[in-house]
């Protein structure tokens, strides 16, 4: 019923070869893949832990800023040796494109407990007062107010 002659068991060797090595190189490359994933996950979680570690900041000013396409800011704090915090945010949000410019002040007033600062925050932005409760995560080179990081700068007087 079945009749092979050489050139079919060639054939079908080489097709046999080629799946083989198809389905190693597809798994070879998928477990790369993987790897090279789980080691980027890795280094990002490592990166977030040394972020978020919780240090104690020495009492005295600091100063961080940001500055984006459509966001700019400054703040300004004081942190007591008691841990109590103080300080001010000003912020440009714009919008060339759109021809869109409006400006925001932030006063706050907290408690730092590891790299956690909560804040009582009022923010004045055009004709309107709001008051707010945060969280923010404050390192020796960051204010994390949400979803803005401030990086640290000299401050000026």
Same mark, same amino acid.
């Given at each position: 019923?079945?009749?092979?002659?050489?050139?079919?068991?060639?054939?079908?060797?080489?097709?046999?070869?080629?799946?083989?090595?198809?389905?190693?190189?597809?798994?070879?490359?998928?477990?790369?893949?993987?790897?090279?994933? #789980?080691?980027?996950?890795?280094?990002?979680?490592?990166?977030?832990?040394?972020?978020?570690?919780?240090?104690?900041?020495?009492?005295?000013?600091?100063?961080?800023?940001?500055?984006?396409?459509?966001?700019?800011?400054?703040?300004?704090? #004081?942190?007591?040796?008691?841990?109590?915090?103080?300080?001010?945010?000003?912020?440009?949000?714009?919008?060339?494109?759109?021809?869109?410019?409006?400006?925001?002040?932030?006063?706050?007033?907290?408690?730092?407990?590891?790299?956690?600062?909560?804040?009582?925050?009022?923010?004045?932005?055009?004709?309107?007062?709001?008051? #707010?409760?945060?969280?923010?995560?404050?390192?020796?080179?960051?204010?994390?107010?949400?979803?803005?990081?401030?990086?640290?700068?000299?401050?000026?007087?």
């Amino acid at each position: 019923m079945f009749a092979f002659n050489l050139s079919n068991i060639k054939l079908f060797s080489i097709v046999t070869a080629l799946l083989l090595t198809n389905t190693f190189l597809a798994e070879s490359a998928s477990s790369a893949s993987n790897k090279l994933n #789980t080691n980027k996950n890795q280094q990002a979680q490592t990166a977030a832990i040394k972020a978020t570690k919780p240090q104690t900041l020495k009492a005295g000013k600091y100063c961080f800023k940001i500055e984006t396409k459509t966001f700019s800011g400054e703040a300004r704090l #004081t942190v007591k040796a008691n841990k109590n915090v103080t300080g001010n945010i000003e912020i440009g949000i714009h919008d060339e494109s759109e021809g869109y410019y409006t400006s925001a002040d932030q006063s706050f007033t907290g408690k730092l407990t590891g790299n956690k600062l909560k804040v009582q925050v009022v923010t004045k932005i055009e004709y309107d007062t709001q008051r #707010t409760q945060e969280t923010w995560t404050l390192t020796k080179n960051s204010l994390i107010t949400g979803q803005k990081t401030f990086n640290k700068v000299t401050c000026s007087n």
